[in-house]
């Protein structure tokens, strides 16, 4: 089956407290589902989505619980896939519910579990967060070992562009930080595998690789020259990938508030 998780909502992105979608219980212990969802990720393809949603609206984020809704159920419907500057080989679309028929066994953990939805939220951002860290690292590997071969064998006047001091400098310096940051997501790794991974460490992962991946893209674009521009090259299409990286999985501004909150900074 291909799963998705949806939690953003037109008007609740960074705040996922504020989202609207209901999820009403019945007399007989069901639920009916009503709102919609949007930038979710295999919300296309998937055949089960994760819903989050509220049980008791005036009950803030202590109101929010988990569904699990098959594709194909009455009421749910999905939006066409949605037209993005990158990652254009997974779909992300919109999901409307619309008094949708939930049984009681469709709320995730069983009963214990309205109310909580928040909480396991929360649980499992650090993995999300590293997930996205790992990928980051791995991308920005990728473009450098494009951009080596490319710089190799692309002459100007009469030399290999990687014949520039400039050139070679520049990668020096990107191998450089993107060994630094390997070494801090293998270390984040290894605290996640023995439970200890908290958020506000992995939110610096997040963070600081994926800026960093931006900032590894566009200088191999750079050394493409036009080519880097041409959607041929990988590192174009890696250069359009990276951008999402520091908006979704909670922007890099929040993931700046949750490091600050992790510093007594913050309430
Ligand atoms: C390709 C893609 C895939 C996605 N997949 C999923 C998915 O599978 N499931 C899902 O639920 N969601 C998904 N999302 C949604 C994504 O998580 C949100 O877009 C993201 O959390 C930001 O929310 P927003 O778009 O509402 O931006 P907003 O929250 O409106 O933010 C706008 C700007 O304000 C800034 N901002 C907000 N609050 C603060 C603050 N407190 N301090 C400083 N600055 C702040 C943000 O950093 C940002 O720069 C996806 C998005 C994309 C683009």
Redesign the pocket.
Known sequence: MVG?????EPA?????QGIKSTAMVQADGSFVLNGS???????WHSDLVIV?AKTNPAAGAKGTSLFLLEAGTPGFTKGKPLK?LG?KA?D?CELFFDNVRLPAEALLGGADMINKGFICLMEQLPWERLQIAIGAVAASLAAIGWTVDFVKQRQVFGQAVAAFQHTRFTLAELQTEVQIAQVFVDKCTELLLLDKLDTATASMAKYWCTDLQCKVMDACVQLHGGSGFMWEYPITRAYADAR?QR????????M??VITRGMGLMQ
């Open positions: 998705a998780i949806a939690m953003t609740a992105g960074s705040d996922l969802k949007t930038y979710i990720t295999n919300g989050v993005k990652l997974q992300t999402v908006i979704y999985g909670g922007t890099n501004e929040i700046k508030e």
